[in-house]
């Protein structure tokens, strides 16, 4: 079986059956993170977007709020969980020399050659005026994982080794832990939000949507933690089916109550943003813990389909946007409604930008063999 990717972590196990379905996870995240890019003009959405659709869907929205809040909370845990052993395995240098390379090349290439050239075909700018504003766009995710292992990497080289060791969860009250965690991260999160709205993203090195850092940071040391205590190996299938089952019925309400107005309790004073807050936490936790059992229980083998996607999913998450852009852009005067053109958009940028990130390995791997020959040819 071919050893799984690991886009989107902060490190590689050698152990692929294992982790077989943390690939295909990942795979199905990407894939939702293109759909929810897919459906921004064609519903409502507090951030900005290029292309703009007169006609909106508001059962879109439903879904932008159930994605945001667990999609890169849970990318955040994935890659946190893998960090340590990188580290080890590498030791300091090496470690954020490959983080470097890992995620700061991608944004380079993308800030500023790709979207330089768009803004200077596009708009005809000088291409020195194009080179600006700097943007991070959607690889905003990468600057905070960047950020994130400089600070583990800088962290674990002063104070050495983890202390951290193996704990069976039989041993505590894993519902209620995963409960008071839930409840903690809405009870901060509105406090957070108070000042910092969902959708107002503010510079901080790297851009940061400030409503979700409590959600993002927690979960990455969670991740680290849960592979130093091998909690994903050791989750029951009790504990996941219970909380799988919660994910469902939180996402049912969410649907419910846009199509229907199923009003959520309204609080006083500062505790009146509780309630969504509270409702988000428990379907972030209730989203990690349950879709970690069931990939790991039904998607652990990997066909030649998977696997392809896993192995170019974190180029396509890299490429995809202004792929999506340019096919949005192209059904403009399309006469399919909002629901259809989530689909057809989504569904066109994800095949054009796995072709594209096919072709992109393809021309790496000819570029690394044709230097490798030649340097033996000169040896």
């Given amino acids: 079986m071919q050893q799984p990717s690991h886009m989107m972590f902060s490190g590689r196990s050698t152990d692929s059956q294992r982790l077989a379905f943390l690939d295909q996870l990942k795979v199905m995240l990407t894939l939702l993170v293109i ?6 003009p064609y519903g409502p959405t507090g951030g900005e977007w290029p292309i703009h659709h007169a006609e909106k869907l508001a059962l879109l929205g439903a879904f932008f709020h159930i994605n945001a809040s667990f999609f890169m909370g849970l990318f955040f845990l994935i890659s946190g969980y893998f960090i340590d052993a990188a580290y080890q ?10 983080r470097f390379r890992q995620f700061g090349i991608p944004v380079m290439v993308f800030s500023l050659l790709f979207l330089p050239l768009i803004r200077h075909f596009k708009q005809g700018l000088p291409w020195q005026e194009s080179l600006l504003p700097f943007t991070w766009a959607h690889l905003w995710f ?3 994982l960047l950020v994130y292992a400089t600070a583990f990497a800088l962290y674990r080289h002063f104070f050495k080794a983890s202390t951290l060791q193996p704990t069976k969860l039989g041993a505590v009250p894993v519902n209620l832990a995963l409960l008071l965690y839930a409840l903690a991260l809405a009870l901060v999160s509105t406090v957070v ?3 910092f709205p969902i959708d107002r993203w503010v510079n901080i090195g790297v851009p940061a949507e400030v409503a979700h850092l409590p959600q993002y940071m927690s979960l990455f040391l969670i991740g680290i933690i849960a ?10 299938p009790a504990i996941g089916r219970l909380w799988l089952a919660l994910a469902i019925a939180l996402v049912a309400y969410r649907y419910t109550y846009q199509l229907y107005w199923v009003d959520m309790p309204e609080l006083p004073g500062l505790l009146q943003g509780l309630p969504w807050c509270a409702w988000e936490s428990l379907l972030c936790v209730a989203m990690c813990v349950g879709l970690i059992y069931l990939f790991r229980q039904h998607m652990n083998q990997m066909g030649p389909v ?3 996607m896993s192995r170019h999913a974190f180029m396509v998450y890299v490429l995809h946007l202004p792929i999506l852009v340019a096919v949005q ?9 909002p629901l259809a053109l989530t689909v057809a958009s989504g569904l066109l940028a994800t095949l054009l930008s796995y072709a594209m990130a096919a072709v992109w390995q393809t021309a790496k791997a000819a570029t690394a063999d044709k230097c490798l020959h030649g340097r033996a040819a000169v040896n």
């Fill in 193 to 195: 939000r108070l000042w």
């Fill in 35 to 40: 759909f929810h890019h897919a459906g921004q």
């Fill in 89 to 98: 395995r590498k030791g300091v240098a090496a470690f954020l020399t490959d």
């Fill in 227 to 236: 592979a130093a205590k091998r909690w994903l190996d050791l989750l029951t």
């Fill in 142 to 144: 990468l600057g905070h």
């Fill in 329 to 337: 852009r192209a059904l403009e005067r399309s006469a399919l409604g």
């Fill in 306 to 308: 998977s696997r392809f």
